[in-house]
């Protein structure tokens, strides 16, 4: 139960906008620390926090005033130049943002936060020189009313944020309201009372989310109006064509077939297909949104990481105006911080060691995005030390991961994506920072999960380029449709990188399974009907060159039909291995999407579990009637 009553919009739309403010607030804290002489950063920061607790107090989170009100004051005394940043300083302030965050989580499950670490707060007074003390008032609890925290009116002006006692004014209070107005403080809204705070004695951290109870994913979107007025635009000229076609089938059923009306029928038909097709990109940009709101979370990361290892790094984005689908950019978070963190940790060098090569005491890590075609292109770039391939090998053979024979088969390019392998890590002992393995595997599946791919090039020396190719959106899925058994399915065509003809005198027997060889290169060959647990009706005409993740292969198929975009439509009620989900064929029949990967999986299990002379084969369930 939310203790905000009827507020519960008010804050989300609070948590919304001051999220992204913190975001900001913490890069521009980054960038401080190279220019803290810099009267607008330090403006821009004093102005961040002081919106945030005008916020905070228009719906009487009092922890969260009293935290921002001390930092602000600080940024004030910043800005004035009455005190000087100090590394001392800038970790408290650090330590506030961070605390200013962790009050968001509890306040996204509907709860009020703990007041900070005592601590904290007294490391912000310190700051302060504690001269002039900050000015809290708590108001006697009543049943209808909860404390309010009220900052000095010399701390700002108000030009410098929203007027949240005019905005409480015009939203809630009526118009008739004879009462008199508050001036001291923010009206008091109607809530729950509090929890009793415990004794001031006693010493308590910021409050932590619960962590069986993790926040929602956000889901609302910001739209431009241009995008959604495209679409209303749209969406009249298919109400005018559709008002055409039914124009056109009453005079076809009328019996008027000339040429003309057939004509016409043809134009109207034509029209209809380049505006759906128009509606269809301009919903879609609907849902895109730049990864510079994903971006923007990293240069914190990347500083607190690297002072804690004693590095000195320096961040830098590139295409940060970069759009992509939105879920895509939520499910891209925990890849791309487990990647930065492993280029701080693993990949650049500590100051010392730069030196002793010849290289700049500060090592620069660049996250870069860019569309490249129908996908888009992730970097996360270093210019650390680079990865040995040999000592790849030689560790994952260490670890059991791999035995000898497989690691001396393994050219350079291969060995790298071993670490990629669950329980992979190049670290002897284990930290909080790295050393589990736990990493770089969760990272590759959650990019397959995501349609899309991941690769590796590094330089001894030089250092380490990682690469994600993604697709723009997953709402529609380019496929390659193929045949088997008379069947039609849908493989994604993010893993097709050709189609060959396969002649029965071209595959060859190599330790017991089928083989072809394509450009000096041999490919295991799977059957798709085998795959699918079913009875190969022919011998295979075509094979599709497959990708998936590190391996290619060649998959045998009777026929393909083509290239197309779908819709994936869940099936209700049923998750069979393999099947991703349905759609529909241009004469509406339907088409399972296939799910290559968890095809590819549950094969190399049945084959390990399969006793020796048995046949396993992974089973689709009997939804087609084969």
Same mark, same amino acid.
């Given at each position: 139960?939310?203790?905000?009553?009827?507020?519960?919009?008010?804050?989300?739309?609070?948590?919304?906008?001051?999220? /992204?403010?913190?975001?900001?607030?913490?890069?521009?804290?980054? @960038?401080?620390?190279?220019?803290?002489?810099?009267?607008?950063?330090?403006?821009?920061?004093?102005?961040?926090?002081?919106?945030?607790?005008?916020?905070?107090?228009?719906?009487?989170?009092?922890?969260?005033?009293?935290?921002?009100?001390?930092?602000?004051?600080?940024?004030?005394?910043?800005?004035?130049?009455? $005190?000087? *940043?100090?590394?001392?300083?800038?970790?408290? $302030?650090?330590?506030?943002?961070? +605390?200013?965050?962790?009050?968001?989580?509890?306040?996204?499950?509907?709860?009020?936060?703990?007041?900070?670490?005592?601590?904290?707060?007294?490391?912000?007074?310190?700051?302060?020189?504690?001269?002039?003390?900050?000015?809290?008032?708590?108001?006697?609890?009543?049943?209808?009313?909860?404390?309010?925290?009220?900052?000095?009116?010399?701390?700002?002006?108000?030009?410098?944020?929203?007027?949240?006692?005019?905005?409480?004014?015009?939203?809630?209070?009526?118009?008739?309201?004879?009462?008199?107005?508050?001036?001291?403080?923010?009206?008091?809204?109607?809530?729950?009372?509090?929890?009793?705070?415990?004794?001031?004695?006693?010493?308590?951290?910021?409050?932590?989310?619960?962590?069986?109870?993790?926040?929602?994913? @956000?889901?609302?979107?910001?739209?431009?109006?241009?995008?959604?007025? %495209?679409?209303?635009? *749209?969406?009249?000229?298919?109400?005018?064509?559709?008002?055409?076609?039914?124009?056109?089938?009453?005079?076809?059923? %009328? #019996?008027?077939?000339?040429?003309?009306?057939?004509?016409?029928?043809?134009?109207?038909?034509?029209?209809?297909?380049?505006?759906?097709?128009?509606?269809?990109?301009?919903?879609?940009?609907?849902?895109? %949104?730049?990864?510079?709101? *994903?971006?923007?979370?990293?240069?914190?990361?990347?500083?607190?990481?690297?002072?804690?290892? #004693?590095?000195?790094?320096?961040?830098? $984005?590139?295409?940060?105006?970069?759009?992509?689908?939105? +879920?895509?950019?939520?499910?891209?978070?925990?890849?791309?911080?487990?990647?930065?963190?492993?280029?701080?940790?693993?990949?650049? @060098?500590?100051?010392? /060691?730069?030196?002793?090569?010849?290289?700049? +005491?500060?090592?620069?890590?660049?996250?870069?995005?860019?569309?490249?075609?129908?996908? !888009?292109?992730?970097?996360?770039?270093?210019?650390?030390?680079?990865?040995?391939?040999?000592?790849?090998?030689?560790?994952?053979?260490?670890?059991?991961?791999?035995?000898? /024979?497989?690691?001396?088969?393994?050219?350079?390019?291969?060995?790298?994506?071993? !670490?990629?392998?669950? #329980?992979?890590?190049?670290?002897?002992?284990?930290?909080?920072?790295?050393?589990?393995?736990?990493?770089?595997?969760?990272?590759?599946?959650?990019?397959?999960?995501?349609?899309?791919?991941?690769?590796?090039?590094?330089?001894?020396?030089?250092?380490?380029?990682?690469?994600?190719?993604?697709?723009?959106? *997953?709402?529609?899925?380019?496929?390659?449709?193929?045949?088997?058994?008379?069947?039609?399915?849908?493989?994604?065509?993010?893993?097709?990188?050709?189609?060959?003809?396969?002649? @029965?005198?071209?595959?060859?027997?190599?330790?017991?399974?089928?083989?072809?060889?394509?450009?000096?290169?041999?490919?295991?060959?799977?059957?798709?009907?085998?795959?699918?647990?079913?009875?190969? +009706?022919?011998?295979?005409?075509?094979?599709?060159?497959?990708?998936?993740?590190?391996?290619?292969?060649?998959?045998?198929?009777?026929?393909?039909?083509?290239?197309?975009?779908?819709?994936?439509?869940?099936?209700?009620?049923?998750?069979?291995?393999?099947?991703?989900?349905?759609?529909?064929? #241009?004469?509406?029949?339907?088409?399972?999407?296939?799910?290559?990967?968890?095809?590819?999986? /549950?094969?190399?299990?049945?084959?390990?579990?399969?006793?020796?002379?048995?046949?396993?084969?992974?089973?689709?369930?009997?939804?087609?009637?084969?």
């Amino acid at each position: 139960m939310s203790e905000f009553g009827g507020m519960d919009d008010l804050l989300q739309d609070f948590l919304t906008e001051s999220c /992204e403010l913190l975001s900001d607030v913490d890069n521009k804290l980054v @960038e401080l620390e190279r220019r803290p002489d810099d009267k607008n950063m330090l403006h821009d920061i004093f102005r961040g926090f002081h919106t945030i607790k005008g916020g905070a107090g228009f719906l009487n989170v009092i922890p969260l005033v009293n935290l921002c009100h001390r930092t602000e004051n600080l940024f004030d005394k910043l800005r004035n130049s009455e $005190i000087q *940043l100090t590394s001392e300083v800038m970790d408290s $302030i650090m330590d506030a943002t961070g +605390t200013v965050r962790e009050m968001f989580d509890v306040l996204r499950q509907g709860r009020m936060p703990e007041s900070a670490d005592p601590m904290l707060l007294e490391a912000l007074d310190r700051a302060l020189n504690a001269d002039q003390p900050i000015t809290v008032i708590n108001l006697p609890p009543e049943p209808s009313r909860i404390p309010v925290a009220v900052a000095p009116a010399a701390a700002s002006s108000p030009a410098d944020g929203p007027d949240w006692q005019h905005l409480y004014q015009a939203v809630v209070v009526p118009a008739s309201a004879s009462a008199p107005k508050p001036q001291a403080a923010v009206p008091a809204i109607p809530a729950p009372k509090p929890p009793a705070p415990p004794p001031a004695s006693t010493a308590r951290a910021p409050s932590k989310p619960n962590a069986m109870a993790p926040a929602p994913q @956000e889901n609302t979107i910001r739209i431009d109006t241009q995008r959604l007025d %495209q679409v209303l635009n *749209l969406s009249g000229e298919i109400g005018l064509t559709k008002n055409r076609l039914t124009t056109l089938r009453t005079e076809i059923l %009328q #019996g008027k077939q000339d040429g003309n009306t057939l004509r016409s029928l043809d134009e109207a038909v034509s029209q209809l297909d380049l505006l759906v097709g128009d509606l269809q990109n301009a919903v879609m940009k609907t849902r895109m %949104q730049p990864i510079g709101r *994903l971006f923007q979370k990293y240069p914190r990361l990347a500083r607190d990481l690297a002072r804690q290892l #004693g590095k000195e790094v320096e961040l830098v $984005i590139i295409g940060e105006d970069t759009e992509l689908d939105k +879920t895509m950019i939520e499910d891209l978070n925990d890849p791309l911080v487990h990647l930065v963190r492993n280029a701080v940790d693993h990949g650049v @060098e500590t100051p010392e /060691e730069r030196l002793a090569v010849g290289k700049k +005491t500060q090592s620069v890590i660049e996250l870069s995005a860019q569309q490249v075609g129908d996908h !888009i292109l992730i970097e996360i770039t270093d210019d650390g030390k680079g990865m040995r391939a040999e000592a790849l090998r030689k560790k994952a053979v260490e670890k059991g991961l791999i035995d000898l /024979e497989t690691a001396n088969s393994l050219d350079d390019k291969q060995a790298l994506q071993l !670490i990629f392998l669950p #329980g992979f890590s190049t670290k002897d002992q284990i930290s909080n920072v790295s050393g589990r393995g736990v990493g770089m595997d969760v990272v590759r599946t959650n990019i397959q999960r995501l349609n899309g791919r991941i690769d590796i090039n590094s330089e001894v020396g030089e250092g380490t380029r990682i690469s994600i190719s993604l697709p723009l959106t *997953l709402a529609i899925l380019p496929v390659l449709v193929v045949k088997v058994c008379g069947q039609p399915f849908a493989v994604p065509l993010a893993m097709v990188r050709e189609i060959i003809p396969i002649e @029965e005198s071209a595959i060859q027997e190599v330790s017991g399974r089928p083989t072809i060889v394509v450009r000096d290169e041999i490919l295991p060959v799977r059957s798709l009907a085998d795959l699918l647990g079913w009875k190969a +009706t022919q011998h295979p005409h075509f094979g599709v060159l497959m990708q998936s993740a590190d391996k290619a292969f060649i998959l045998s198929i009777d026929a393909f039909v083509g290239r197309d975009d779908v819709v994936i439509k869940p099936l209700q009620n049923i998750r069979p291995k393999g099947v991703a989900g349905a759609t529909l064929s #241009g004469d509406g029949s339907v088409v399972l999407v296939l799910d290559m990967e968890d095809l590819l999986a /549950e094969a190399a299990a049945a084959q390990q579990a399969a006793l020796p002379g048995q046949q396993n084969h992974v089973r689709l369930p009997d939804l087609l009637g084969n």
